[in-house]
């Protein structure tokens, strides 16, 4: 038998190249289904190398026999393309290694040749003959067909399926997501509409093969998901993986199409992030596959979408994603989904930053961002009252620094006196209630200053040239925070700063008998001072008050005194120190006991 098989060898050898090329692949199609049949009973004798030798050598022969027969010219070239007849070729294959399974089920070969030359068909087939949609959408289906097929074989026909598959899904996530980026790309960029168009037969920017791409993404990320645990895939990668990739890719495509719908575009992208946001938020289940899909899909459309509006400097839209931020931030906060001093931060960072936008875009007149900053400010500050001694307290007083700085930056662009004025006026009305829970008083000092400087703003505002416009409010907000937060001090520490500025400025300047309004009023004011000092024992009102009378009555004596006749200066003059001679010792025993009157009031 062997000298036969050698004798037949030897003899094809020396005359192969005169035979004629239709018996030449006779005898390689011959050669191939006697080694096919032969790995037959070779399996059923237990002779399992030899089974496999076989196989593996009619597979290739017939994979030789089929394309050779084209290169030789069996087949024209011009009947059929190279990429079609390549697909039926490996359809060929699989369909007879399928066939040989069912005969000799133990040949390992015969199954791995049918799984993975069926994956080339369908591939090579309908790559120039249908749309990437619908091309895409063969390949899902070879996808789900291998793994099925395959989960219900051997362990080694699960790997190569598994192995097979995941190639192949992967290949259309990439390709399909690519073609869906390449329609955002185009339509914002005339450089890339030209590549693409080269890339992609036809129109880049067209509706519906953008949307059908995108549903055969999904469709393929849903599978993946789907088939990801308790198949031939999950013997390959593991569920948790497939489940991310999946959702990942079908997420970044939804996320790119959105854009391109028409006339909602980019809105329509924020409302199904913040949708996705909110159902992450609101379920109660905080594990399992359907909220990983959930969280996954609503970090890459927010990421997706705030790079597109990043990118396209579209600051309203960016306005409208840190207002939802911030929202989403106090949802958090409400399901215990984070602490409260990261919602302080996010959500008071998120809406200023909303503000700023929607300001520099225009929405919102600059006044009204400037004013709308500071009311986040009071806010942030009205919230530390009722949060006094939480952890979250400095978040919220530092975060109000921060928006009232702002307000102040911004206003400063359009009204640097009453913009200023108005600002801080409105941050410092809750600032007065936070410094006055006991454990705050401090903060007074840092309202009752913002209000000063928000005075003086709205008095330059208003071009007063008036000396009291200038020291008379800041005076009472000086005296009233004195008597809210140093009533237990001495009279010098809570009332004479107010004091001294209310009264001393005006009357150094009253000196002229025209200004005899101002005059008049320092003098009852000084009076009340005086009196108030003596009935409730306080020093700082008794001495400021008989300063300023004592500076009043001097400087209008100096007045007048050139128009009296001197002799009766003089007259008077020596009256007054006979008077202080002769009585000389009560005198100076009246002067220590005014002192140590003075001096032992408050």
Same mark, same amino acid.
């Given at each position: 038998?062997?000298?036969l098989l050698?004798?037949?060898?030897?003899?094809?050898?020396?005359?192969?190249d005169?035979l004629?090329?239709p018996?030449?692949?006779?005898?390689?199609?011959?050669?191939?289904a006697?080694?096919?049949?032969?790995a037959v009973?070779?399996?059923?004798?237990k002779?399992?190398?030899?089974?496999?030798a076989l196989?593996?050598?009619?597979?290739?022969?017939?994979?030789?026999?089929?394309?050779g027969?084209r290169?030789?010219?069996?087949?024209?070239e011009s009947?059929?393309?190279g990429?079609? !007849?390549?697909?039926?070729?490996?359809?060929?294959?699989a369909?007879?290694?399928l066939?040989m399974?069912?005969?000799?089920?133990?040949?390992?070969?015969?199954?791995?040749?049918?799984?993975?030359?069926?994956q080339?068909?369908?591939?090579?087939?309908?790559?120039h003959?249908?749309?990437?949609?619908? !091309?895409l959408?063969?390949?899902?289906?070879?996808?789900?067909?291998?793994?099925?097929?395959?989960?219900?074989?051997?362990?080694?026909?699960?790997?190569?399926?598994?192995i097979?598959a995941?190639?192949?899904?992967?290949?259309?996530?990439?390709?399909?997501?690519?073609?869906?980026?390449?329609?955002?790309?185009?339509?914002?960029s005339?450089?890339?509409?030209?590549?693409?168009?080269?890339?992609?037969?036809g129109?880049?920017?067209?509706?519906?093969p953008v949307?059908?791409?995108?549903?055969v993404?999904c469709?393929?990320?849903l599978l993946?998901?789907?088939l990801?645990r308790?198949?031939?895939?999950?013997?390959?990668?593991?569920?948790?993986?497939?489940e991310?990739?999946?959702?990942a890719?079908?997420a970044?495509?939804?996320?790119?199409?959105?854009?391109?719908?028409?006339?909602?575009?980019?809105?329509?992208?924020?409302?199904?992030?913040?949708?996705?946001?909110?159902?992450v938020?609101?379920?109660?289940?905080?594990?399992?596959?359907?909220t990983?899909?959930?969280r996954?899909?609503?970090?890459?459309v927010?990421?997706v979408d705030?790079m597109?509006?990043s990118?396209?400097?579209?600051?309203?839209?960016?306005?409208?994603?840190?207002?939802?931020?911030?929202?989403?931030?106090?949802?958090?906060?409400?399901?215990?989904?984070?602490?409260?001093?990261?919602t302080?931060?996010i959500?008071a960072?998120?809406?200023?930053?909303? &503000?700023?936008?929607?300001t520099?875009?225009g929405?919102?007149?600059?006044?009204?961002?400037?004013?709308?900053?500071s009311v986040?400010?009071?806010?942030?500050?009205?919230?530390?009252c009722?949060?006094?001694?939480?952890?979250h307290?400095?978040?919220?007083?530092?975060?109000?620094i921060?928006? &009232?700085s702002?307000?102040?930056?911004?206003?400063? !662009?359009?009204?640097?006196?009453?913009?200023?004025g108005v600002?801080?006026?409105?941050?410092?009305?809750?600032?007065?209630?936070?410094?006055?829970?006991?454990?705050?008083?401090?903060?007074?000092?840092?309202a009752?200053?913002l209000?000063?400087i928000?005075?003086?703003?709205?008095?330059?505002g208003?071009?007063?040239?008036?000396?009291?416009?200038?020291t008379l409010p800041?005076?009472t907000?000086?005296?009233?925070?004195?008597?809210?937060?140093?009533r237990?001090?001495?009279?010098?520490v !809570?009332l004479?700063?107010?004091?001294?500025l209310g009264?001393v400025?005006?009357?150094?300047?009253?000196?002229?008998n025209?200004?005899?309004?101002?005059?008049?009023?320092?003098?009852?004011?000084?009076?009340t001072i005086?009196?108030?000092?003596?009935?409730f024992?306080?020093?700082?009102?008794?001495v400021?008050?008989?300063?300023?009378?004592?500076?009043i009555?001097?400087w209008?004596? &100096?007045?007048?005194?050139?128009? &009296?006749?001197?002799?009766?200066?003089?007259?008077t003059a020596?009256?007054?120190?006979?008077?202080?001679?002769?009585t000389?010792?009560?005198?100076l025993?009246?002067?220590k006991?005014?002192a140590?009157?003075?001096?032992?009031?408050?």
């Open positions: 038998m062997l000298l050698a004798a037949g060898v030897t003899f094809l050898a020396v005359t192969w005169s004629s090329v018996v030449q692949a006779s005898i390689m199609a011959t050669l191939a006697l080694a096919l049949a032969g009973p070779a399996s059923r004798k002779l399992a190398g030899t089974a496999e196989a593996i050598l009619g597979g290739g022969l017939l994979i030789v026999d089929l394309f027969a290169e030789l010219g069996l087949v024209p009947a059929i393309s990429l079609s !007849y390549a697909g039926i070729a490996f359809a060929a294959v369909a007879i290694n066939l399974t069912r005969i000799a089920p133990t040949v390992k070969t015969f199954g791995l040749t049918a799984v993975i030359a069926g080339l068909p369908l591939t090579l087939v309908l790559i003959h249908v749309s990437l949609p619908l !091309y959408f063969a390949l899902v289906i070879q996808v789900a067909v291998t793994v099925l097929w395959t989960n219900l074989s051997t362990r080694l026909l699960q790997l190569t399926g598994g097979c995941a190639l192949f899904l992967a290949i259309v996530l990439l390709v399909g997501t690519t073609r869906v980026l390449f329609g955002l790309l185009s339509t914002h005339p450089t890339w509409a030209d590549y693409t168009r080269d890339v992609f037969a129109s880049t920017t067209a509706f519906w949307l059908a791409t995108t549903a993404v469709l393929a990320a993946g998901t789907v990801a308790k198949t031939a895939l999950s013997a390959v990668l593991p569920p948790s993986t497939t991310f990739i999946g959702t890719f079908g970044f495509a939804i996320a790119v199409f959105l854009p391109q719908l028409p006339v909602v575009d980019r809105w329509v992208t924020t409302g199904v992030a913040t949708a996705l946001g909110l159902a938020l609101l379920r109660n289940r905080r594990t399992g596959v359907v990983l899909v959930l996954i899909a609503a970090v890459i927010a990421s705030l597109l509006c990118l396209l400097a579209d600051l309203l839209q960016l306005g409208l994603i840190s207002a939802l931020i911030a929202g989403l931030s106090l949802i958090a906060a409400w399901r215990k989904r984070t602490t409260l001093t990261a302080v931060w959500a960072s998120a809406a200023q930053l909303a &503000i700023l936008f929607a520099s875009d929405f919102f007149s600059t006044w009204t961002g400037a004013i709308a900053l986040v400010g009071a806010v942030l500050i009205g919230f530390a009722v949060s006094v001694g939480e952890l307290e400095s978040a919220l007083t530092l975060s109000a921060f928006a &009232i702002l307000g102040e930056l911004v206003v400063l !662009y359009v009204s640097p006196d009453t913009g200023t600002v801080l006026t409105i941050a410092a009305a809750p600032l007065v209630a936070y410094g006055m829970q006991p454990q705050r008083r401090d903060a007074l000092l840092a009752g200053t209000l000063v928000a005075n003086t703003a709205f008095v330059l208003a071009g007063a040239t008036t000396l009291e416009w200038f800041p005076a907000i000086m005296l009233a925070l004195g008597l809210l937060r140093w237990d001090q001495p009279s010098w !809570y004479g700063p107010g004091l001294l009264l400025p005006s009357a150094l300047v009253a000196s002229s025209h200004d005899f309004l101002r005059i008049t009023f320092v003098v009852a004011a000084a009076v005086v009196a108030l000092g003596t009935r024992g306080l020093q700082a009102p008794f400021i008050g008989a300063a300023v009378l004592t500076k009555a001097l209008q004596l &100096i007045e007048v005194a050139p128009l &009296i006749p001197r002799w009766i200066t003089l007259a020596g009256a007054i120190l006979l008077t202080l001679g002769a000389y010792e009560r005198r025993q009246n002067a006991q005014a140590h009157w003075i001096s032992a009031l408050r």
